[in-house]
């Protein structure tokens, strides 16, 4: 067969290939150029990803060169149980074999060649070499879904500054395992300048299909927002499912709104977020939608049209103002009452609501997940004397936390602004605390909050290298602390009972000054 196949692609100088079965028949004869052979559609793949095509292909090779790289993605794209390319010699002659395989995901290449002087002398038994094969992808616990949740390949794109790159290809793991996705494995490519159509490039496109098909990856999620013509163009190249940062948070808002505000604001940001691309995605939606990244309150109103998706958008800000109107009577209620108020505010999953829990004893929703907490909750503190005081969670910030959200949002954080002090939560124990000071700095100045009184909490200090936590407390000041443990705790109420009420004192002699 070998002798058939390179003889006619010596006579008529064009690749030839041959798809044959296991059975050992040959399903297709497919004629190339000299360079390659384009293979007509094979229909659907067999069920599972540990099941390959059941077809190895044969090639014949004109030029030197032994497997191709489009030769081996076809074997990847294709699920091949193995690509085979012999070289013509100069007679017309079977020359050198080359063959390649996949292997198992692993972490390492998606393929193994081989090669073989001659064609004559090969007694491979190769339907038990497949077999056996297949049954190493059977077991591979790369291709094992976990929780039934979409796999996942995270894209990064660091342009010059490495050391951010590494954080934030970290924080989008964290979020991803937050939503509920399987994370596969990390992609960071190192460029000038984005691409302005897919963001990466195509070479890295390429990439990133054969490593989803070799991994069975569902989603691409990639650690920046992408825009509309951006998400068309990946959608369509790849045909797979595509996210990027500010539609994972966005998932990630939708599974934890509880209350009917919070629920409103999501489906705001998901409406604002997603307008502009209804009109230049409209058959592509189905991949940004169902599941993660299309779920809550707004799931079933995306595909609407663009006029009844405005109307939607009006009436939910409509609601939004109603509530936010609400919510300022009650604030007047507080401070007609004269109850100071001290508002807690972090980077996301720093320990915020296991503090407030800890200081009122109280049961909110807190655990080691990020933006665990949406709705802002209020509670009272009694200190000594019958002095009280209001002491509020509320939504943790992450660093180049979308807009879309900031704007939903707006009617919830205007708590902090009646807030007579704000606690910021610090995570000790993270290597990365001093860049999430900063980007919480960041969005409290965008608040117009950067002139409020504010208390460092250097929280988990029972997770933290006790001299790098307390070396951390000495530098910037403030309180070292476990809300999961108490330890600190009485001194941090301490703390609070003399910023507030010496704050007031002060206030009150500054009046009757006035007065007399």
């Not at 540990?50 to 990847?76: H, I, M, N």
């Not at 924080?171 to 990390?186: F, H, I, N, P, W």
């Not at 660093?399 to 704007?407: C, E, I, Y």
């Amino acid at each position: 067969m070998a002798r058939a196949l390179t003889e006619a692609s010596d006579r008529c100088g064009r690749r030839i290939g041959v798809l044959v079965d296991r059975a050992g028949s040959v399903d297709k004869v497919v004629v190339g150029d000299a360079h390659r052979v384009f293979l007509p559609d094979l229909g659907p793949r067999r069920a599972g990803a540990a099941r390959f095509r059941g077809l190895r292909l044969l090639l014949s090779s004109l030029r030197p060169e032994r497997l191709t790289e489009d030769d081996l993605t076809d074997l990847v794209r294709l699920q091949l149980d193995a690509v085979v390319s012999i070289q013509v010699g100069p007679d017309g002659l079977p020359g050198e074999l080359s063959w390649a395989h996949l292997r198992p995901p692993d972490g390492g290449p998606a393929w193994q060649v081989q090669h073989r002087p001659s064609v004559h002398g090969v007694e491979d038994d190769f339907f038990q070499f497949v077999t056996e094969l297949e049954a190493q992808f059977a077991a591979s616990p790369h291709l094992r879904r976990v929780g039934g949740g979409d796999r996942a390949i995270l894209v990064g794109i660091s342009l010059g500054e490495p050391a951010r790159s590494r954080r934030s290809m970290a924080e989008l793991k964290r979020l991803a395992d937050t939503a509920g996705l399987q994370v596969l494995e990390s992609s960071v490519q190192h460029r000038k300048a984005l691409d302005g159509r897919t963001c990466v490039g195509k070479g890295k496109l390429d990439e990133l299909i054969l490593r989803s098909m070799h991994l069975s990856a569902d989603v691409l999620i990639f650690d920046r927002e992408l825009s509309p013509s951006q998400l068309r163009n990946i959608a369509q190249t790849t045909d797979l499912k595509v996210l990027d940062r500010t539609q994972l948070i966005l998932d990630i808002f939708a599974q934890h709104a509880t209350s009917r505000e919070g629920k409103l604001q999501v489906e705001l940001a998901q409406l604002r977020y997603r307008m502009p691309r209804l009109a230049i995605m409209p058959t592509s939606m189905s991949r940004l939608t169902g599941g993660i990244g299309g779920r809550g309150p707004g799931e079933t109103k995306l595909e609407i049209n663009k006029r009844r998706a405005e109307e939607r958008l009006t009436r939910l800000e409509r609601e939004l103002k109603e509530l936010a109107s609400r919510r300022a009577v009650k604030r007047a209620r507080r401070t007609r009452a004269g109850l100071p108020i001290v508002s807690i505010v972090g980077y996301t999953n720093a320990g915020k609501s296991t503090l407030l829990n800890r200081l009122t004893e109280s049961d909110v929703t807190a655990g080691d997940r990020l933006f665990a907490t949406l709705d802002p909750t209020s509670r009272r503190l009694r200190f000594p004397e019958e002095r009280e005081i209001v002491i509020t969670d509320t939504v943790g910030f992450i660093d180049d936390l979308p807009a879309t959200l900031v704007a939903a949002f707006t009617a919830t954080l205007e708590e902090l602004d009646e807030a007579d002090l704000l606690l910021h939560v610090l995570d000790a124990s993270d290597p990365d605390v001093t860049f999430h000071r900063q980007a919480v700095d960041a969005v409290l100045t965008s608040l117009t909050l950067a002139d409020t009184p504010t208390l460092l909490v250097w929280n988990k200090a029972d997770a933290a290298d006790p001299d790098a936590a307390r070396a951390l407390a000495a530098e910037h000041g403030g309180i070292l602390l476990s809300a999961a443990t108490g330890e600190g705790c009485r001194s941090l109420l301490d703390r609070i009972e003399r910023e507030i009420f010496r704050a007031r004192r002060q206030e009150a002699h500054q009046r009757h000054a006035g007065l007399a």
